[in-house]
């Protein structure tokens, strides 16, 4: 008798959607973490290092939604990836030009872009939740706490004292959630292949 599990095929276009996936939120987490880094060390006066860093942080999120637009086979979540990638190309430029005004506008910037990508990204993960890819728990908890974080910043920007540190913390947080993501659609791909064996 066959001790098989029997287990229902991965189609091909899930299988290179999942491997998509694990690689773009594998170097988006990494990308996220070293920007924490060099960000954290220089941004004590918004000169034209930190200008150039603020505007990079979501360029490198607008690369990352065209690649991930690119890869997807089709259905809803593919427009949203593309308005996010819209969003934050916009963002860039938004923050370099706020970068001119001082702290509390680029946290308004930011605040606000991250509210509404956050929203975005809570919305692409529900939709992709399922066998598949999984329950996409880090994408939506990173998501949620974009939402309210970027809240957070326009009321800290409207304060007597706002600071940039907070967007290193902002980054490192979204590098973690993204690498876990990635780690846990490895798992579930090697789970899987154990399965089927």
């Not at 287990?7 to 920007?35: F, I, M, N, Q, Y």
């Amino acid at each position: 008798m066959s001790t098989h599990t029997i287990t229902t095929p991965v189609r091909p276009a899930d299988a290179a959607e999942r491997t998509s996936l694990v690689k773009l939120c594998l170097g988006r987490g990494v990308l996220a973490l070293v920007w924490a880094a060099v960000f954290a060390g220089a941004h004590e006066d918004v000169d034209a290092v930190a200008v150039t860093l603020l505007v990079v942080y979501p360029l490198i999120d607008a690369v990352s939604s065209l690649i991930d637009h690119r890869a997807l086979p089709g259905g809803p979540e593919r427009g949203i990836t593309a308005f996010n990638g819209v969003l934050s190309t916009l963002a860039a430029i938004a923050v370099g030009i706020a970068g001119a005004g001082g702290v509390a506008p680029v946290l308004h910037v930011f605040g606000a872009w991250a509210v509404v990508s956050g929203a975005a990204q809570v919305v692409v993960g529900l939709r992709r939740r399922g066998p598949e890819l999984g329950k996409q728990w880090p994408m939506l908890i990173a998501g949620g706490l974009s939402f309210v974080v970027g809240i957070f910043y326009n009321i800290q920007a409207a304060g007597a004292d706002p600071s940039l540190d907070v967007l290193s913390v902002y980054a490192t947080g979204g590098g973690v959630f993204f690498i876990a993501q990635a780690l846990l659609l490895s798992w579930k791909a090697r789970r899987s292949g154990t399965a089927a064996a």
